[in-house]
């Protein structure tokens, strides 16, 4: 049986910072929240291959602890970054992320999917889409996400590789177009753009 001591460590939050885009960031996670030690493949390829402009609002949809939404908010500092997730506790680690790393300019908040963000537009919405929820949400993330996007706004998702040709399927369908920006053995990051 493990000790007492053991079980209270793993009440303790997960520490670790990273730098992601340049930017230097300090994160407290816990159990249960996706890839909690530390930032994953796809989240950093993501990262690598998004454009973000100084002004630009941004959405995080599915936004865990935070990694993609704080550092988007952090380029572009006089736009504002909406972080939604369905778990309330992604969505308290990402608000005290934000607090621990002094980005004033995003906020965290609850909504499955699109739910809960109205008619809030932006520039710029990334997801790092899960696998797993089905090709139904899949479907609802990428509609929510073109009658959420300004004339001109960009999205860009990173899914595991098995999922590229649903996802380009879907953009197609959606947007009328889609752009593979990398693909890699595990994880493909596509763009699509609201014309």
């Given at each position: 049986?493990?000790?007492p001591?053991y079980?209270?460590?793993?009440?303790?939050?997960?520490?670790?910072?990273?730098?992601?885009?340049?930017?230097?960031?300090?994160?407290?996670?816990?159990?249960?929240?996706?890839?909690?030690?530390?930032?994953?493949?796809?989240?950093r390829?993501l990262?690598?291959?998004?454009e973000?402009?100084?002004?630009d609002?941004?959405?995080?949809?599915?936004c865990?602890?935070?990694?993609?939404?704080?550092?988007?908010a952090?380029?572009?500092?006089?736009?504002?970054?909406?972080?939604?997730?369905?778990?309330?506790?992604?969505?308290d680690?990402?608000?005290k992320?934000?607090r621990?790393?002094?980005?004033?300019?995003?906020?965290?908040?609850?909504?499955?999917?699109f739910?809960?963000?109205?008619?809030?537009?932006?520039?710029?919405i990334?997801s790092?889409l899960?696998?797993?929820v089905?090709?139904?949400?899949?479907?609802?993330?990428?509609?929510?996400?073109?009658e959420?996007?300004?004339?001109?706004?960009?999205?860009?998702?990173?899914?595991?590789?098995?999922?590229?040709?649903f996802?380009?399927?879907?953009?197609?369908?959606?947007?009328?177009?889609?752009?593979?920006l990398?693909?890699?053995k595990?994880?493909?990051?596509?763009?699509?753009?609201?014309e």
């Open positions: 049986m493990p000790s001591d079980i209270a460590s793993l009440r303790e939050d997960i520490v670790f910072s990273d730098t992601l885009c340049g930017q230097p960031l300090t994160f407290h996670t816990t159990w249960g929240l996706f890839s909690p030690r530390g930032i994953d493949a796809g989240t390829l990262l690598d291959h998004v973000v402009g100084e002004a609002d941004c959405l995080d949809l599915g865990g602890y935070g990694p993609i939404g704080l550092t988007l952090r380029l572009a500092p006089k736009g504002r970054t909406c972080l939604v997730d369905k778990d309330f506790v992604a969505v680690y990402s608000n992320n934000a621990i790393n002094g980005i004033g300019n995003a906020e965290a908040f609850l909504s499955n999917g739910s809960a963000v109205g008619d809030r537009r932006f520039q710029v990334t790092n899960p696998a797993k089905g090709k139904e949400m899949l479907y609802l993330y990428l509609y929510d996400a073109f959420h996007l300004h004339p001109g706004g960009r999205l860009y998702v990173v899914t595991i590789t098995g999922l590229r040709r996802i380009e399927r879907g953009f197609k369908e959606v947007f009328g177009n889609y752009d593979k990398k693909q890699g595990d994880y493909t990051v596509a763009l699509a753009v609201r």
